[in-house]
């Protein structure tokens, strides 16, 4: 008797080692569901988004793509918001969701996917329903290829309920590809001879070297030219170590300011980010007189959109290695001019008795371990976080690049997996804001169901501080909705079966993370701050 679609793709996924997934079950996905294999692993999550945010944490963590399963149209739309940071954060995943039975896709009835190549356009790499039940294996593969060839991101199949039970011709053909692409020679070549012969050079290093495993070919290239290194605007995974002498900081996310801060350099090269991420409005030139500006990324659309520069496509690791190859050591050693403290300024009401966001930050990096990972969605005071948690490992801190809220709680829960996967078993500490929170709250059930030790701290201000910062740029008092009275974070994570308390002193949140840190679940850590608003850029 031949095998069914079903057994085939379960094989398929086997031999691609993707036997975990991430999902929340619905009627169109049982027909795929039942008599779940033993050898695989079924991650529930309780809403779409977060299942594709704690397949993004898992998949980021472990360098592999992961495998998700949403429930037809609805749960597709359901997890837009988190498909979208999985498409900027170029996380590889295959994304598969149900859909009608053939029989009745003409009919259109409930719940069908109407059209499900288009839906989750424009954040998929690749979007497709197979034609015909016997497709659906090559289509699994051609997902798994589609999803890691760079750059790497989501990609989609909706597959007709039906089609599992029906027989398959022959076993799925399994095949390789690869992640990598090559500098072309004569550009790196160009661009060797331009850093070699610039009179003061800077790089500026993007989430793509984090990606890529390539902190130790960034460090290379800048001892070899003594430049100063930037991260690249709102980059979110740190491409360099932080305490490194050569270090300089986060350029500003606006234009006018970030071509500020690379006045005096005549020639930048920009490896592993876009050019450049901006989001407030601040007219000013991209980049100061003089600077000429060079780009490499293995994201054609990022190297097309550049409104200045000379690019080259490119894997950015092996361009790091070919340049250090390459360009001619600097006797000279600038010293970089490091970012300024991040200000703050308080609220109209008083806050007296509470911490400041940097206080609280400060208590709990004492407390939290050298090794911990960091996890943060935070928006209104990231930069307070950032300034006293230095970051001098590789993959020890991620945030995301869609500026989407709901990622950073789910993500947390993927990479604690991976990390109790790959027997790293680092803590993880996220730091969620409390209107952050809301977006995915439901992620603290499935770390509370698989026992995962997160310390999830959240600093309640009981406002969107972020969007203050915006009205106070863009001068549009009197916004209604920018306030979060009656939030009990305590109680909201007891009743999905998380350990929680609340803090009020720098001592309790010390007190509160060395409990936690021992325990083998998830603990919430509710700590109420003062609600300042910090400038914007």
Same mark, same amino acid.
């Given at each position: 008797m031949a095998e069914t679609i079903r057994q085939v793709t379960f094989n398929l996924l086997r031999k691609l080692e993707l036997t975990t997934i991430f999902g929340?079950? *619905?009627? @169109?996905?049982?027909?795929?569901?039942?008599?779940?294999p033993k050898d695989f692993r079924y991650i529930q999550v309780l809403q779409e988004a977060s299942a594709v945010g704690a397949a993004d944490g898992y998949a980021q963590a472990t360098r592999r793509p992961a495998l998700v399963n949403l429930? @037809?149209?609805? *749960?597709?739309?359901?997890?837009?918001?988190?498909?979208?940071?999985?498409?900027?954060n170029k996380t590889p995943l295959i994304i598969t969701a149900g859909n009608q039975t053939r029989e009745m896709l003409l009919m259109e009835p409930w719940l069908t996917n109407v059209q499900p190549a288009e839906l989750p356009k424009p954040w998929v790499k690749w979007s497709y329903e197979p034609v015909r039940a016997e497709d659906v294996?090559?289509? %699994?593969?051609? +997902?798994?290829?589609?999803? /890691?060839? =760079?750059?790497?991101?989501?990609v989609f199949l909706s597959i007709p309920l039906d089609d599992w039970d029906k027989p398959a011709k022959s076993e799925a053909i399994l095949r390789s590809v690869t992640r990598r692409i090559g500098p072309d020679p004569a550009r790196i070549d160009e661009f060797a001879a331009l850093l070699s012969a610039a009179r003061n050079p800077v790089l500026v290093y993007g989430a793509a070297i984090a990606?890529?495993?390539?902190w130790q070919q960034a460090v290379d290239l800048a001892e070899k030219l003594g430049a100063p290194v930037w991260a690249a605007p709102a980059t979110e995974r740190p491409p360099f170590p932080e305490s490194? #002498?050569?270090?300089?900081? !986060?350029?500003?996310? +606006?234009?006018?300011?970030?071509?500020?801060?690379?006045?005096?350099?005549?020639?930048?090269?920009? %490896?592993?980010? $876009?050019?450049?991420?901006?989001?407030?409005?601040?007219?000013?030139?991209?980049?100061?007189? *003089?600077?000429?500006?060079?780009? %490499?990324? &293995? &994201?054609?659309?990022?190297?097309?959109? +550049?409104?200045?520069?000379?690019?080259? /496509?490119? &894997?950015?690791?092996?361009?790091?290695?070919?340049?250090?190859?390459?360009?001619?050591?600097? &006797?000279?050693? $600038?010293?970089?001019?490091?970012?300024?403290?991040?200000?703050?300024? !308080?609220?109209?009401?008083?806050?007296?008795?509470?911490?400041? $966001?940097?206080?609280?930050? @400060?208590?709990?990096?004492?407390? +939290?371990?050298?090794?911990?990972?960091?996890?943060?969605? !935070? #928006?209104?005071?990231?930069?307070?976080?950032?300034?006293?948690?230095? %970051?001098?490992?590789?993959?020890?801190?991620?945030?995301?690049?869609?500026?989407?809220l709901g990622w950073g709680l789910p993500a947390s829960v993927g990479i604690a997996l991976a990390e109790r996967d790959s027997k790293r078993n680092r803590p993880v500490v996220a730091v969620i804001g409390d209107g952050s929170m809301q977006y995915s709250i439901q992620g603290l059930w499935t770390a509370a169901q698989?026992?995962?030790p997160v310390l999830f701290v959240i600093p309640r201000n009981g406002q969107y501080a972020i969007l203050k910062s915006f009205a106070a740029l863009e001068n549009t008092p009197g916004v209604p909705g920018l306030d979060l009275p009656g939030l009990d974070i305590v109680s909201l994570a007891k009743g999905y079966g998380c350990e929680a308390v609340r803090a009020e002193t720098?001592?309790?949140?010390?007190?509160?993370?060395?409990?936690?840190? !021992?325990?083998?679940? =998830?603990?919430?850590?509710?700590? $109420?701050?003062?609600?300042?608003?910090?400038?914007?850029?």
């Open positions: 929340n079950p *619905g009627s @169109t996905e049982e027909t795929f569901l039942k008599n779940f429930h @037809t149209s609805a *749960g597709v739309c359901n997890a837009m918001s988190n498909i979208l940071s999985a498409s900027m294996p090559a289509a %699994i593969m051609q +997902a798994y290829a589609m999803a /890691l060839q =760079p750059p790497a991101g989501p990606r890529g495993n390539g490194h #002498p050569l270090y300089a900081g !986060t350029l500003p996310f +606006a234009a006018a300011p970030l071509a500020k801060k690379l006045e005096g350099h005549d020639v930048a090269i920009v %490896i592993g980010a $876009p050019v450049f991420r901006y989001y407030p409005y601040v007219p000013g030139p991209y980049i100061p007189e *003089g600077l000429r500006l060079l780009h %490499i990324s &293995d &994201d054609p659309s990022e190297t097309g959109r +550049a409104p200045v520069g000379d690019s080259m /496509l490119s &894997d950015p690791v092996l361009a790091l290695e070919a340049l250090a190859a390459r360009v001619h050591p600097r &006797d000279t050693r $600038p010293a970089p001019a490091h970012a300024a403290p991040v200000k703050q300024t !308080t609220a109209a009401h008083d806050t007296s008795g509470l911490l400041t $966001p940097r206080e609280l930050y @400060t208590a709990l990096r004492e407390a +939290a371990p050298a090794e911990a990972v960091l996890v943060a969605e !935070t #928006p209104s005071n990231l930069g307070a976080l950032r300034k006293v948690w230095t %970051i001098n490992t590789p993959d020890s801190f991620y945030t995301f690049a869609s500026g989407s698989h026992g995962l720098a001592e309790d949140v010390r007190k509160a993370c060395a409990q936690a840190l !021992t325990r083998p679940g =998830p603990t919430v850590l509710e700590v $109420p701050i003062s609600p300042v608003i910090p400038p914007l850029i």
